[in-house]
């Protein structure tokens, strides 16, 4: 919740750069266990991320960011 209140999903992000975001921040995680902390920011009753599909790289993957 700390990355979205002091606007880091200000800007779309990938897994990787929230992954990359979290070892700065000394939280190692592997890429899979970062998507549920995500959806349940996504998900009704409160939402506070919205997520796309995007292509990035040649890949089709999901990015998030902060709802207006």
């Known amino acids: 919740n700390e990355l979205i209140s002091e606007g880091f999903f200000n800007k779309r992000k990938t897994l990787s750069e929230v992954q990359q975001q979290l070892h700065k921040e000394g939280i190692i995680v592997p ?3 970062i998507p549920p ?3 349940k920011h996504i998900r009704p ?3 506070l991320l919205e997520r796309d599909k995007e292509d ?3 890949k ?3 990015v ?3 709802r207006r």
């Open 60 to 62: 089709s993957v999901w």
């Open 64 to 66: 998030y960011k902060k």
């Open 37 to 39: 902390y995500l959806l």
């Open 56 to 58: 990035v790289n040649g």
């Open 45 to 47: 009753p409160s939402p």
């Open 31 to 33: 890429q899979t266990s």
